[in-house]
């Protein structure tokens, strides 16, 4: 896989993440919390391949191989980083609402 592909592996995964995310906090609000842990473990999942993505890149330039820091590099990060964070939040949201069901 090329750098251009390898990034946007990354920018793909996390994107599906917040979906799922957001997907997630959607059906919490309609109690359909079942639907919404599913959704949470989803989001879960395309985070750890977007950071083994990232860890094959970090290794590499730990390795001694020149990885360019380019605008896309930084959208990806910045998607990533995002992502992370709406799932972390709304899983948390979700189990506020479990608290109140």
């Known amino acids: 896989m ?3 592909e390898t990034i946007m592996s990354i920018i793909i995964h996390s994107g599906n993440a917040k979906g799922y995310s957001f997907e997630a906090l959607s059906e919490a609000k309609k109690s359909n919390l079942d639907k919404a842990g599913e959704l949470i473990k989803k989001a879960d999942q395309e985070l750890l ?5 990232q860890t094959k890149m970090l290794q590499a330039e730990a390795s001694g191989e020149k990885i360019e820091v ?7 990060q910045d998607h990533l ?3 992370t ?4 939040l709304i899983a948390e949201m979700v189990g506020m609402i479990e608290c109140r069901v």
């Open 2 to 4: 090329g750098f251009e």
């Open 49 to 53: 391949e977007a950071h083994h993505v």
């Open 70 to 76: 380019n605008l896309l590099m930084v959208h990806a």
């Open 81 to 83: 980083m995002n992502a």
């Open 85 to 88: 964070l709406a799932k972390d």
